[in-house]
């Protein structure tokens, strides 16, 4: 399903950037120490259904914590066309075990196409371009329908997400953004997907510490850090997404 044909299609309960903004800036600072479960407890309650959860596939962590609060919430899905089978997979699982409402989105070219036009293998000459448009640019219309958003991300993943707030503006998007996950570590999320018996992308069981886009992205070593796997040489951590 495309991300226009979702709920939340229809325009949302009018609420000024600034009411948002401070909504936000209030709810960061006094959920801070909350439990994560609390924390989108709290968004669901705000905002259905004018929230989406954005989930990567890695594992369906979130997507498993948001639908046993809520069965019926959007979880968008980005298909750069460049995922890994695996990736695919667990989105198709999701689907099928969990009671939520998938959104996939997709560039506004197809690989072939933005070959033709751009060049082949453009993550190679030119991975922020490629990423704006295979990533950025996409994931914004999907999130258009939404007041606010949800992700997985987690301060000790990269230094560029240390300061993420559990509740925050995003200011590029005129969006409130949550993220329950963020003063979580490695070891608290293979805690609760174990516990919760959450679906989990294969790759993980083969050396995939962070799992993007198969032409950038690599195995990791023992030692080194989750995101080290990505764009492997280049002086790039983050996709744009977050940033």
Not at 70 to 85: A, K, S
Not at 160 to 186: C, H, M, Q, S, Y
Not at 203 to 223: K, Q, V
Request: aromatic share 6%.
């Amino acid at each position: 399903m495309f991300a226009g044909a979702t709920a939340a299609a229809a325009a949302p309960p009018t609420r000024s950037i600034p009411v948002l903004r401070a909504l936000a800036d209030e709810a960061g600072r006094r959920l801070e120490k909350a439990p994560a479960q609390d924390i989108l407890g709290w968004a669901l309650e705000e905002f259905h259904p004018y929230l989406a959860i954005a989930s990567s596939m890695s594992d369906a962590l979130l997507v498993e914590m948001a639908a046993a609060i809520r069965p019926d919430v959007p979880v968008v899905f980005l298909d750069t066309g460049y995922h890994f089978p695996e990736t695919l997979g667990t989105r198709d699982a999701v689907q099928t075990v969990y009671p939520v409402e998938l959104v996939t989105v997709r560039p506004a070219q197809s690989v072939a196409v933005q070959d033709a036009t751009l060049g082949p293998r453009l993550y190679e000459r030119n991975p922020e371009l490629c990423c704006r448009l295979r990533k950025v640019e996409p994931l914004e219309r999907g999130l258009a329908p939404y007041r606010a958003w949800a992700s997985g991300i987690r301060r000790d993943e990269a230094a560029t997400r240390g300061t993420i707030r559990v509740v925050e503006w995003d200011a590029k998007r005129e969006k409130v953004k949550i993220n329950p996950l963020a003063r979580w570590t490695a070891a608290d999320v293979t805690r609760y997907l174990e516990e919760h018996h959450v679906l989990v992308n294969p790759l993980h069981g083969d050396g995939y510490a962070s799992i993007g886009c198969a032409p950038c992205t690599r195995r990791t070593g023992p030692g080194e850090d989750a995101r080290s796997g990505r764009w492997t040489g280049r002086n790039k951590v983050e996709c744009g997404i977050h940033a």
